[in-house]
T-cell receptor, first 113, second 110 residues
């Protein structure tokens, strides 16, 4: 089976712009979670989707949003980018919700200038 | 917060030695998992231990869980240069997502 794929792998944006990141889970996986990783804060949970429904949301401002499509692919959007949004954004998929192991994609490295 | 905290933050050992990393958390959990991350890439799942389990093995990995102390340890035996990575523990409780610790950076010197 193909692993979790994330596009794009690298992205450079300027403050105030918006960005959309994409994640394709492993075939058959219905749960997709998103994380933000920075050197200072570590890995922080953004949100989790299961069968197109947001099941959990982390403590991030409303500028961060996401969605999941019927084929389980997921997108996350960040509007009005800030310098502090520079991070590695990781997507993970799993068969069911949370308690199973999560399979991570390689991440999207976002740099905000 | 139930965030796990790994200890030490960084560890440097010689190839062939054993590496031990610890994780402490604050609230009751359902499961605890360990993940490895190589140099800013995606995480790889290593092992999951449930709250009613005390020890689990997988190849050169041994994980223990002490729910009374709210702590877990990951032992890598006979380490190799390829084990150089960051190691994270992650915990989950009922109806909550995985919460990751800040990680231990392991360097294995050949």
């Amino acid at each position: 089976k193909a692993g979790v794929t994330q596009t794009p792998r690298y992205l450079i944006k300027t403050r105030g712009q918006q960005v959309t990141l994409s994640c394709s889970p492993i075939s058959g996986h219905r749960s997709v979670s998103w994380y933000q990783q920075t050197p200072g804060q570590g890995l922080q949970f953004l949100f989790e989707y299961f069968s197109e429904t947001q099941r959990n949301k982390g403590n991030f401002p409303g500028r961060f949003s996401g969605r999941q499509f019927s084929n389980s692919r997921s997108e996350m959007n960040v509007s009005t980018l800030e310098l502090g949004d520079s991070a590695l954004y990781l997507c993970a998929s799993s068969l069911a919700w949370v308690i199973n192991e999560q399979f991570f994609g390689p991440g999207t490295r976002l740099t905000v200038l | 917060s139930q965030q796990g905290e790994e200890d030490p933050q960084a560890l440097s050992i010689q190839e062939g030695e054993n590496a031990t990393m610890n994780c402490s958390y604050k609230t009751s959990i359902n499961n605890l998992q360990w993940y490895r991350q190589n140099s800013g890439r995606g995480l790889v799942h290593l092992i999951l231990i449930r709250s009613n389990e005390r020890e689990k093995h997988s190849g050169r990995l041994r994980v223990t869980l002490d729910t009374s102390k709210k702590s877990s340890s990951l032992l890598i035996t006979a380490s190799r240069a390829a084990d150089t990575a960051s190691y994270f523990c992650a915990t989950d409780a009922r109806n909550t997502p995985l919460v990751f610790g800040k990680g231990t950076r392991l360097s294995v010197i050949a």
